[in-house]
């Protein structure tokens, strides 16, 4: 659970069925999340546009409209949403179809409130860890391209462990630094 305001996790929830809605709304609010409730998909759409959301729960179906739409546009969100989609009318081709979306978690209608969010929860620790995954890596890119470039050059300890110096083709283990070339 989020241990202060600032570490709230921000969800948005879609769902045409109001009482399904206001329900999951209350149990998410109560443990500490930050709640957008929409009841359309126009809604849903317009708040993952304009707010900043951390994991979208949606349903599959959203009267005649489909919570699929809403998973594209998360999938291709910038910031990388997390999301989960719940129905009423659980078929194996429409799981496959939310997972090929970008769906992290498909819940079946009814559900228990503690499992959704402890669903929710894994979804958006598993998109952190991606994100951080993804930072990580674009660093490591931007190194390796500065060194191809002779930007960047290997600085201490470039020791052996028996003192002598290593060789300039040597592999750089975990205690060297990289420093801009002057």
Do not use: W
């Not at 659970?1 to 998410?28: F, H, N």
């Not at 979208?56 to 910038?78: I, K, N």
């Not at 290997?154 to 060789?167: D, F, W, Y």
């Amino acid at each position: 659970m989020p241990s202060s305001p600032d570490d709230s996790i921000r969800i948005l929830v879609v769902d045409d069925e109001t009482d399904v809605l206001e329900m999951l709304a209350e149990y998410l609010r109560v443990r500490g999340c930050v709640v957008r409730a929409c009841s359309s998909l126009a809604d849903g759409h317009e708040s993952l546009g304009s707010e900043v959301h951390d994991v979208l729960l949606t349903d599959l179906h959203l009267g005649g409209a489909s919570g699929l739409e809403l998973v594209r546009a998360a999938a291709a969100h910038p910031s990388g949403v997390a999301v989960a989609v719940m129905t009423a009318f659980p078929r194996v081709s429409s799981a496959v179809e939310a997972s090929q979306q970008g769906a992290y978690a498909y819940v079946c209608k009814p559900f228990r409130l503690s499992k959704v969010y402890e669903t929710l929860l894994d979804a958006h620790a598993a998109t952190q860890q991606r994100r951080s995954e993804q930072v990580r890596l674009a660093r490591l890119e931007r190194i390796e391209a500065a060194f191809a470039e002779g930007g960047l050059q290997a600085v201490a300890p470039l020791l052996s462990s028996k003192g002598a110096p290593i060789e300039e083709n040597a592999c750089v283990g975990p205690d060297a630094v990289l420093a801009p070339q002057n």
